[in-house]
């Protein structure tokens, strides 16, 4: 018999070495000093899309890449944006930069030693249960040495991220169409749309900060939505229905107006893609959601795979490192999870709490309005771990008010006060420097 004093460490696949794949990383270490952990990273470098590149389309490996613009500054408070041990730096503004994001990243890679773990340039192609082992056999191309290889571990983390497949909705007309046309994670610099004539579809988040960016350098911006109300985005962009149709060179919208354009960009957003995963992992993909899983983590099927980073309109990074240690909670051992038809019974409630608040399809994972601070306190209480106190997520949904109000929302700073309250301080613009 093998007491708890000789059982072997578990072993960890985690998929992908961005914000959630580096707090499981650490977290599984943790949980576990002596544990085997191997993030599979499929790019040369940590931070996912964070990771900014001037590059568009596929690298020379062929493999998509996916990172945020240039210009872009969060619109996410940054005390979201760090992990509860090891924050955003407390000089930098509320709206953080990418340069800030990588910053910090790579911080924390270095103070927990997590560089060791990364593999980088290999490409988790398959993972399949093995049943007779009771184990995860993981196919992985190693894309350097241009060799396939089978790794086997106890439990196995997906924390590949929201942005990997983008969606482009079809409209009659896009074949003949003679300008650009791009998605959202092809674009870089609004400097490249200088005295263009510029259409952006979708009053997303990524529209409404891209709109106004191009704004900067094109000739004309329009952006296009079906959204009930206009959304703030600025004098420069003009605001259009939806498109009806393209043509060579202009779009037709709704409304019954034709504007000609050069450049058509698509801020229409993503979809959940875990092509790697066999059928056998015990869940489904079906209309942009993840299913069953218990607390949109862990596969009540195939209690051993979890899903870090799924819900949306969340306090990003500290959701993730919430999930994470509520995962290795019982992956370690230190918790036994509940039986099969109690997480069952549990995913079935939410899911028909979510059924009557309209929160299905695709937005399956959004924790919408108290859903947020609830899942939070769920995650914590079930598991017995430290949880994210009330104000962060006060302080997310100000924001998000705040962004759908007002164009000019970065212009706040965000402190908190204690656990439950916040200040929030307009920037005075600098003063001119004055010449002699």
Known sequence: ???????????????????????????????????????????NQIGGLWAYTE????????LDITCMYANLRTNLVKQGMGYPDYPIDEQATT??????????????????????????????????????????????NDIVNKRHDVHQFDYVLVCNGHYSSPVVPSFPGQDVFRGRQLHSKDYRRSENYRNERVLVVGGGHSGVDIAPDVAVYADKVMLSHRCKIPVHTGERVIQKPEVLCLTENSAKFVD???????????????????????????????DNAISPL??????????????????????????????????????????????KQEMLNAWQTDQDERKQRGLTGKLTHMLAGDLQQRYYDDLA???????????LAKMH??????????VNFRNYEYRIIDDENFTKVKIQPKPLSSVA
């Open 55 to 62: 590059q568009t389309g596929k690298d020379a490996n062929g």
């Open 294 to 339: 218990y607390y949109h983590c862990i596969s009540i099927n195939q209690p051993t795979l979890a899903f870090i980073g799924l819900p949306f309109n969340a306090c990003l990074m500290l959701m993730m490192d919430l999930q994470a240690r509520f995962c290795l909670k019982f992956f370690s051992g230190q918790k036994s999870l509940p039986t």
């Open 1 to 43: 018999m093998i007491t708890s004093d000789t059982a072997p460490s578990a072993s960890y696949c985690i998929i992908g070495a961005g914000p959630s794949g580096l707090c499981s990383a650490k977290h599984a270490l943790a949980f576990d000093p002596n544990a085997t952990v191997k993030v599979f990273e499929q790019s």
């Open 95 to 140: 709206f953080v930069t990418i340069s800030d994001v990588m910053k910090q990243l790579e911080g924390y890679v270095d103070k927990f030693q997590l560089k060791k773990c990364i593999h980088f340039q290999h490409q988790v192609v398959r993972v399949v249960r093995n049943f007779e082992t009771n184990q995860w056999d993981v196919l992985v």
């Open 381 to 391: 209480r079930i598991a017995g771990i430290e949880p994210l106190k009330p104000v």
């Open 397 to 406: 949904a100000d924001c998000i008010n705040s962004k759908n109000e007002d």
């Open 256 to 286: 019954g107006t034709e504007e000609n354009f050069d450049t058509i960009i698509y801020c229409t957003g993503y979809r959940y893609s875990v092509p790697f995963l066999s059928v056998d992992c015990g869940v489904t993909l079906h």
